[in-house]
């Protein structure tokens, strides 16, 4: 579409009108297209705000500033605006449907809003925006179908899948020589490795599928960054491990701490890292049940999302290791499974120790209750919680018990 004559800034009040509300017209597209399209409405809120919204908002004014001057976006301008976004809804698996039919919902939009404007006297001008609205339309679902065919074709290439087999090789101590060459992707002598949780989802639904292939996408590209595209990742959008080659670089430690904050942003879930530097080549499958253990134990304790090293677990890992001892450690605790308020009466103990003034306000009960509460919990377990070293046994049948679930009494 080309108009006869540019409509400028003097001649055409509708789009100077128009064009001031463009950041509110965006947020409303946003809302009234992706963000109310299921599966989409049923993701968090702002999930496609910081992708989305630059795009619309960009694309949006500079069609508009292109119809004032009488021309339409070349096809490369729209690529430019479009394709990135369309890339990543791909590689999510956004259905493709679902993603036109948001797009013709926005420029109705759009259209609506410059028709609520537009004096009878604007006919002429309401056209041209309808028609440059049409003409941009066709190129970005053009450019939107190409995109997904491109990235359809290669999201499961030879390339990827051989690196997806040369990660599972060395984490499960398989040969690895051939699976390398095919991967082209040399061996090193030893990889850090990086355990990956994030915190657990609802059953499966559309969703969360979604969430979960962007969590997948994003995962890649931040470790693509940091390892220089040499990171080999195993990672189903909630749990999963990675291997980074090392190469003498001491930066990495560094580099790996702040990646918890900055998968944490990007993601927009609390996110457990647990990390093995060095690891020689033949110990990568103890050293990957090692860390796996490690992120579900900060996570299934409570402790704060971030990353984590076995000196930082260090008793509670050790308490998890199986045998007699951790059984009827446990077990100490089965008295007390029935009795909700004693449980949190012990944890308030164990947080605050001595200081019962402080214990009973957390639990938002008088000092003396929680005194009553504790001789109960003495005469349950056979173990007094007022004496140190039995404290900090109740501590360890506690974090077993968080763990596991006790079959019953100890054995006598």
């Not at 390398?180 to 969360?208: F, G």
């Not at 879930?269 to 499958?285: K, M, T």
Request: with cysteine; proline share 7%; aromatic share 4%.
């Amino acid at each position: 579409m080309t108009s006869a004559r540019p409509l400028s800034t003097t001649d055409a009040p509708l789009l100077t009108r128009l064009l001031p509300r463009w950041p509110q017209i965006a947020e409303r597209i946003l809302a009234d297209g992706l963000g109310a399209t299921p599966p989409a409405a049923d993701l968090p809120d702002g999930h496609f705000r910081p992708e989305v919204l630059p795009a619309i908002y960009a694309c949006g004014r500079a069609v508009l500033q292109a119809i004032s001057e009488g021309r339409t976006l070349t096809r490369a301008e729209v690529i430019d605006f479009v394709a990135p976004v369309a890339e990543r809804h791909a590689e999510d698996r956004f259905p493709l449907a679902l993603l036109i039919e948001a797009m013709y919902g926005s420029a109705q939009s759009v259209l609506a809003e410059a028709a609520s404007l537009a004096t009878p006297e604007e006919i002429d001008q309401l056209v041209a925006i309808g028609a440059g609205l049409l003409d941009l339309l066709k190129n970005i679902t053009i450019t939107v179908t190409e995109t997904y065919t491109e990235v359809g074709q290669s999201i499961h290439n030879a390339d990827r899948e051989a690196r997806r087999e040369l990660c599972s090789a060395l984490l499960h101590g398989r040969p690895a020589e051939a699976l390398a060459a095919r991967a082209d992707e040399p061996l090193v002598d030893s990889y850090t490795v990086l355990a990956i949780h994030a915190r657990p989802e609802d059953p499966s639904t559309t969703a969360t599928d979604l969430l979960a292939r962007r969590r997948i996408r994003i995962l890649h590209r931040t470790l693509d960054a940091l390892s220089n595209g040499t990171a080999l990742v195993s990672f189903d959008g909630s749990t999963g491990l990675a291997l980074l080659p090392v190469h003498s670089d001491p930066g990495h430690t560094l580099r790996t701490t702040a990646l918890s904050a900055e998968l944490a942003e990007k993601l927009g879930a609390g996110i457990y890292l647990a990390e093995s530097v060095a690891v020689p080549r033949a110990q990568l499958p103890g050293a990957a049940a090692e860390v796996t253990e490690l992120a579900t134990l900060a996570r299934t304790l409570g402790r704060n999302p971030g990353l984590y090293h076995l000196d930082d677990l260090l008793l509670e890992y050790q308490l998890t290791r199986p045998g007699a001892a951790r059984d009827r450690l446990a077990a100490r605790i089965v008295p007390l499974l029935e009795a909700p308020h004693l449980l949190e009466a012990l944890e308030a103990h164990l947080r605050f120790g001595a200081d019962r003034k402080s214990a009973s306000a957390h639990l938002h009960v008088h000092p003396n209750t929680l005194s009553y509460r504790l001789r109960r919990i003495g005469d349950l377990t056979g173990i007094d919680p007022g004496e140190p070293n039995n404290s900090r046994l109740l501590a360890a049948a506690l974090t077993i018990h968080r763990l596991y679930s006790p079959a019953g009494p100890p054995e006598a």
